[in-house]
Structures are given as structure tokens and as C-alpha cells.
């Protein structure tokens, strides 16, 4: 999801938890909770509206030691991206023992 972009998620309050599920708004992380709206009539679903934070991203992966750069932005902070390093970029490709 872009940073910056809305979320509206539907959700439900009260004994209608029973029928829908129920977003809690602490779970929602990355995300700057706006608004939330718990009807009283016969709307049955609340809505929850929130706000992708804005992240820098990191460009420099700390990869330089291993003589590669990096191609990709690493904005999730659930996984590492592992560099690729060719083994054929460290290699002649042509055997010139002969």
C-alpha cells in the first residue's frame, strides 16, 4: 500500500461482533487511525478510516562490502532483502588453462 493512501475498513461495535468481525484500532499498525464511527440505528457495520504513515525509505542496504549495490528500495519492515551476489560476476567465463 502506498504511504499516505486511506484504509477503510468495515468493523462492527456491540453485540453486532457477534455477526462481523471486529478491527481494533491498536492492531492496525503503520497506520494513523483517523475516524471511527459506531452507528446506533440500522447501519450494522462501524467503519474504521486510517492513513498509511509516510516512511523514508532506506536506499543504502549496507551492502557495499559485498561489491554489489542495491536495485530496491527496502521500505517493509517486516523482511530483509537479501542481495543477490551472481557467482558468475567473480568469474572468468572462459577456462584459459588449456
Known amino acids: 500500500m502506498a504511504p499516505g493512501a486511506i484504509l477503510m ?3 462492527a461495535h456491540g453485540a453486532r461482533a457477534f455477526l462481523y468481525p471486529v478491527v481494533d484500532p491498536n492492531v492496525l499498525h503503520g497506520f494513523n487511525v483517523l475516524s471511527i464511527f459506531h452507528p446506533d440505528d440500522d447501519v450494522i457495520n462501524s467503519v474504521v478510516i486510517s492513513r498509511k504513515f509516510v ?3 532506506n536506499i543504502d542496504n ?3 562490502h559485498l561489491d554489489i549495490g542495491s536495485l530496491m528500495a527496502s521500505s517493509c519492515k517486516y ?5 543477490f551476489n551472481h557467482p558468475l560476476g567473480h568469474m572468468k567465463m572462459i577456462d584459459e588453462s588449456m
Open 9 to 11: 475498513l468495515r468493523s
Open 55 to 57: 516512511e523514508p525509505v
Open 62 to 64: 549496507n551492502y557495499l
Open 79 to 83: 523482511c530483509d532483502i537479501q542481495p
